[in-house]
């Protein structure tokens, strides 16, 4: 299947590593240039240089950027687009697990979460506009978590920040359906990625990895975690000319995962 992605030019925030780093290759694979961002230097341009090493013709641009810094998301969008020539598709990627529950959760924990799920999104979609207005596929794709609709109080501000990234995600597509700016939300459950084996280190640091992902693999009726490719693909195909009429729709990576309709 062809998803038109040829000569598209997409930012992918948080492509160092784990799932956006995945996505990224797989626009490259399918012929789109690339401009991805994190905050530590040295893991982004070795990200970099194997994703160019990997792409067939697509073009590979990195910066630092942290995505909680105003000033640091305008400008990387901004020289993101210069250097890519424009720009089709914004994937929001950036981000990470802040376990804790109610009762442990400091006033600093939830502003911290709600400024790199939330607010990151906001900025970056924000900074990325009007770049997107010149585009004639434009499409921004928000990476959420299960956990929007299926509250877990383990994470608990994630959560809840992630309910607000979904609502975001619906409000643009309404907002920017009439310009064809087209919004849509990948609502990751449980993927494996080097966030989990950060979670493993603080939680159960003495516990086997194998022994710790199969127990939580149990809530999944799937029965396993998924990888970072399963989540690219459906992101490649939301923003190639396949999903044409797609926006504001709440699609699940997730083998299962999330008790509800
Ligand atoms: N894996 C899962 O099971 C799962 C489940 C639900 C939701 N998600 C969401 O999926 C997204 C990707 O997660 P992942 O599992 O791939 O995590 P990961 O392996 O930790 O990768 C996260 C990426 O985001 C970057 N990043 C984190 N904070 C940033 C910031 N403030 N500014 C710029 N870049 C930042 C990281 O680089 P630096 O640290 O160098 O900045 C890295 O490139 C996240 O938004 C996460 O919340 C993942």
């Known amino acids: 299947m062809d998803l038109g992605l040829a000569g598209r030019r997409a930012i992918v925030t948080g492509g160092s590593k784990g799932l956006g780093k995945a996505i990224a290759a797989e626009l490259l ?68 697990a802040r376990p804790g529950r109610f009762g442990t959760l400091s006033d600093a924990d939830w502003l911290a979460d709600t400024e790199v799920k939330l607010m990151s999104q906001i900025r970056c979609t924000r900074s990325a506009l009007p770049y997107l207005r010149g585009s004639s596929a434009p499409r921004v794709i928000n990476i959420n978590a299960v956990y929007a609709r299926y509250p877990e109080p383990a994470f608990l501000a994630s959560s809840v920040n992630r309910a ?62 998924g990888r970072p490719d399963e989540v690219a693909g459906i992101v490649a195909f939301l923003a190639g000319d396949r999903a044409s009429y797609i926006t504001g729709a709440s699609i699940d990576v997730a083998g299962g995962l999330g008790q509800y309709l």
């Open 29 to 96: 694979a399918e012929g789109a240039s690339v401009a991805i961002c994190s905050r530590q230097a040295g893991e982004l341009q070795q990200a970099a240089s194997e994703l160019a090493e990997q792409s067939a013709d697509g073009k590979v641009t990195h910066q630092v950027c942290d995505v909680t810094d105003p000033e640091q998301v305008a400008a990387f969008v901004s020289d993101s687009a210069a250097a890519l020539d424009g720009l089709d598709i914004l994937v929001n990627n950036a981000g990470g």
């Open 164 to 225: 607000s990234c979904l609502s975001l995600s619906k409000a643009l597509s309404i907002e920017l359906g009439a310009e064809g700016i087209m919004v849509n939300s990948v609502n990751i459950g449980l993927v494996t990625t080097p966030q989990w084996e950060n979670i493993r280190r603080h939680r159960a640091p003495d516990v086997a990895a194998a022994d710790f992902f199969g127990q939580l693999a149990k809530d999944v009726p799937m029965g396993r975690f």
